[in-house]
């Protein structure tokens, strides 16, 4: 049987047509419109039934092809109409007789039409007689014409499956689903679907092979015109797969309304049939409503597509721009860019961009520097970007980004920007923490206790009032001190009836916690420099009830020579650059510089030798321990400060006691293993190196431990023996040395800077002034230093006579601490 392979999307219907016509008609006109009929009129009314979906094909090939039942036609011939007869007539005529050249043209219905032969010769010979005929049919038939009466048959002669199972009708059966195999089925679609789900069953029944057929006839027409197949295929198919209920409900729907319809458009005057390529007007809605059902579903499944697709694109992207982040190489700007820079006003945020690209090239600098690059390039970059976005002088951001490197280094420069949580600090001479928390609630304040480790701190989030002005605080029942600045004081952990000296007093906020916690028993020194400063701290030990304290205003550094071991505790919270509480105090971002951090660690170094000097070793009251304090994180002002007085008085580093979680043990050795809050002293600073013990002080950080930048070291007075007097000379000229680790005699190197791209050691520019200054001190220092390090060389003794043989030449033990 020739068809006309118009397109694929006719070819791809083929076998769902072959399925649902035979089911369409199966049920449309065996079981529902002539139940008590026989097998033929069943085929009749398949046979109307099937041309009426027919018709709505377009194409005129397809209508005529519907119009020319072949064999089928005449079995039913008696019961058709006239005007079906006469197209059945015309159609048979056309069918079997003269073929027009034109049509007979299409190789690929030859190629359809012979597929379905293959598949009856695996039937009975009648049946392959048939299909003979067919097959002869087809060939000498033109595409068009055939297809259509193939379709035809196939819908008369499937009910018989259902409701006869004589080998004729099997035959016809086989036969017409050969020919069905080859018939176009575009038009057929919703005859085709009807009958998918009464076909089902029938087709169920009947043998594998007929399903075998069907795939093979597909793959066929399929091999013919793939493109256009599966284009054409997804609405019949849409349809085909939809669930068996649909399909019946249909069909029942078709049943209820009975042929009429269907028959009226398949009983159109001849003319009609034939001229007419577009479907009836009436049926387009239908036609078009399954078209919109379909693509409503198809919308859905694409516009899911879509967005699965969209997502895929983005996160593609995403991973893309990540990898490239990650690898990307960061140029450093030209001397051309940074001279644009120099004339214009570089936003912060190109600034902080700038800034984090560095910070990624320096965490895998190998992979993503520039050639050509050293570190201490980038190194310099960022730091002039530092300074200029958070508004420091460059040489402290050079510092800050020596002692913690440029990541922290970032962290503690935005949190120093940021104001620290305000604090309390209750006077339990006068007050009870829960009473003053309720008087304050009532007040509107809000506030928590400041943490596990302070019994008398309260954080206060927010106030209606001014917290430095309520009946409370003027009736001295609490202090505004900082948590930080608490610490120092639980540090000295001073007794009831101790002699303590409070070498830097004013404003007193530490002298009156000495006192809180010495309850009003001894004696506290409060000293101060500054006379008009120390008008505070009276005015606030009266304020505080604070009845132990006297006030005095002396040179702290003469201190130690006037009232030699005279104090139980001492605590020296030491005048300081102010780099822990920059948040408190901005205008040290550009008043402060590293000589004067260098001047402060000079002063800091001559005030502790003081304190030591007036505390007393002996005490009896489990004393002599001092704290020495500072505001500021530079090195220079603790870690070396604490360092070099190790080397100058016979003390040692104890543990700070501030690891509340665990018992305080004032000799246990030193390890920060112990220590519950802030973090370890350095022992190591750019080439310096400090005594090990200095990892028992404690540094407390804003982007850390979210309080003021503070440092806290407690030291144990050992004896009154000095070490190296002739060092003296050296303090007194401000010169910090990082001699005394061991004793043993350490030059100090000059400042040296790695350069990545040339593994050789150069002055790095950018630290050009720090380093100056520095280098001033070290060339001071390599004068003295043979006076400073060298261990005084003991007299040469007689030796004594021992038995003891000695093989190797005794070594002076030098005793650094
Ligand atoms: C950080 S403040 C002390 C703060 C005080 N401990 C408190 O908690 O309120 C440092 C103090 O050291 C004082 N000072 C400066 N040089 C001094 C010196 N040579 N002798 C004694 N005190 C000095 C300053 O006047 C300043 O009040």
């Known amino acids: ?120 010769e695996q039937s009975s010979d009648e049946e392959s007689e048939e299909e003979s005929e067919s097959e002869d049919d087809v060939e000498a038939a033109p595409a068009p014409k055939k297809a259509t009466p193939a379709k035809k048959t196939a819908a008369k002669k499937s009910p018989v499956q259902k409701e006869e199972s004589s080998d004729e009708e099997s035959e016809e059966e086989s036969e017409s689903e050969g020919e069905v195999e080859a018939a176009p089925a575009p038009k057929k679609a919703t005859p085709a679907k009807k009958g998918a789900a009464k076909k089902t069953p029938a087709k169920k029944e009947s043998s594998d092979e007929e399903s075998e057929d069907e795939s093979e006839s597909e793959d066929e027409v399929q091999k013919v015109a793939p493109k256009p197949l599966q284009k054409a295929k997804s609405p019949k198919a849409a349809k085909k797969e939809s669930s068996d ?55 859905q499944s694409r516009l899911i597509d879509e967005e699965m697709a969209a997502e895929q694109e983005e996160a593609e992207l995403e991973m893309r721009r990540t990898i490239t982040q990650q690898t990307s190489v960061f140029h ?109 609630m009532k007040r509107g ?35 505004l001190q900082s948590a930080a600045s608490m610490c120092p004081v639980m540090a000295l952990g001073p007794q009831p009836g101790d002699r303590v000296l409070d070498m830097s007093a004013a404003p007193g906020g530490k ?3 000495i006192s809180q916690l010495m309850k009003n028993k001894g004696v506290v020194i409060a000293n101060d420099l500054k006379a008009e400063r120390q008008k505070a701290t009276v005015a606030n030990m009266h304020r505080l009830g604070v009845r132990n304290v006297v006030s005095c205003c002396y040179d702290g550094r003469k201190i130690g020579a006037q009232m030699r071991n005279s104090f139980d505790r001492i605590l020296l919270d030491a005048p300081c650059s102010g780099l822990g509480v920059i948040s408190r105090d901005p205008s ?21 030798l003081a304190a030591i000097d007036a505390l007393n070793h002996k005490s009896k009251k489990g004393g002599g321990y001092m704290v020495y304090s500072t505001c500021s994180v530079a090195v220079a002002e603790n870690e070396e400060v604490v360092n070099y007085l190790l080397s100058k008085r016979d003390v040692k580093l104890v543990e700070t006691g501030l690891d509340f979680d665990q018992p305080s043990s004032q000799d246990s050795k030193f390890s920060p293993a112990h220590l519950a809050i802030g973090k370890p002293g350095f022992t190591r600073f750019e080439h310096k190196r400090f005594h090990p013990s200095l990892a028992l002080t404690r540094r407390f950080y804003p982007h850390v431990h979210n309080m003021d930048g503070f440092y806290v070291a407690k030291i144990q007075k050992l004896s009154d023996t000095k070490k190296g007097e002739e060092k003296t000379q050296a303090v007194e000229e401000g010169v910090a040395t990082d001699v005394e ?64 043989k000695v093989s190797k030449p005794r070594r002076y033990k030098i005793t650094g601490m």
Not at 342 to 348: C, G, I, M, Q, Y
Not at 379 to 400: H, K, N, S
Not at 588 to 608: G, M, N, S
Request: net charge neutral; proline share 7%; hydrophobic share 30%.
């Open 445 to 479: 304040v809000r506030l928590d206790p400041l943490a596990p480790w302070s019994k008398v701190g309260l954080k206060i989030y927010e106030s209606s009032v001014p917290i430095g002005a309520t009946p409370e605080y003027l009736a001295g029942h609490y202090m």
């Open 1 to 120: 049987m020739g068809r006309p392979l118009r397109s694929g999307r006719v070819l791809k219907s083929l076998s769902p047509v072959k399925k649902e016509d035979a089911a369409a008609t199966a049920k449309k006109g065996a079981a529902k419109k002539t139940p008590a009929k026989a097998k033929e009129p069943v085929k009749e009314a398949a046979a109307k039934a099937t041309p009426a979906k027919a018709a709505k094909k377009p194409t005129p090939a397809r209508g005529r092809a519907r119009a020319a039942p072949s064999k089928s036609s005449k079995a039913v011939a008696k019961e058709e109409s006239e005007s079906e007869d006469e197209l059945l007539e015309m159609n048979d005529s056309e069918s079997e007789e003269d073929v027009p050249a034109p049509k007979k043209t299409t190789p690929t219905k030859k190629t359809a039409a012979k597929k379905s032969p293959g598949k009856k």
């Open 245 to 299: 209920e649909e399909s019946e409900d249909e069909s029942e729907d078709d049943e209820d309304n009975g042929f009429t319809d269907e028959n009226a458009a398949w009983l159109k005057p001849k003319s009609q049939l034939m001229s007419s390529d577009s479907e009836p007007d009436d049926e387009l809605p239908e036609e078009e409503s399954d078209e919109e059902n379909l693509l409503e579903v198809e919308r």
């Open 741 to 804: 680790v061991t004793g043993a005699r350490k030059e100090k190197k000059p400042a040296v800077v790695e350069d990545d791209s040339k593994n050789t050691k150069k002055k790095p520019k950018g630290k050009k002034r720090r380093n100056e200054s520095e280098d001033d001190d070290n060339q001071k220092a390599k004068k003295k230093s043979s006076k400073i390090s060298y261990p005084s060389v003991r007299p040469q003794q007689k030796k004594k006579k021992t038995n003891a």
């Open 332 to 440: 450093l700007p030209t001397p051309e860019e940074l001279e644009e820079d120099e004339n214009r006003v570089v936003p912060p945020s190109e600034l902080r961009a700038r800034i984090e690209d560095i910070l990624e090239v320096l965490a895998d600098f190998k992979a993503r520097r520039e050639a050509g690059r050293s570190r201490s390039e980038y190194i310099e970059r960022l730091a002039q970007d530092m300074a200029e976005l958070f508004g420091y002088l460059q040489e402290l951001v050079d510092y800050f980004l020596s002692m913690f490197g440029p990541n922290e280094c970032l962290e503690f420069l935005e949190a120093s920007d940021k104001n620290r949580p305000l604090v309390v600090r209750v006077n339990t001479l006068k007050a009870r923490r829960k009473d003053l928390a309720a008087a304050l």
């Open 511 to 513: 002298t009156s916690y």
């Open 588 to 608: 040290v971002k550009v008043q402060r510089t590293i000589p004067d951090v260098r001047r402060c660690a000079h002063l800091q170094k001559e005030l502790l």
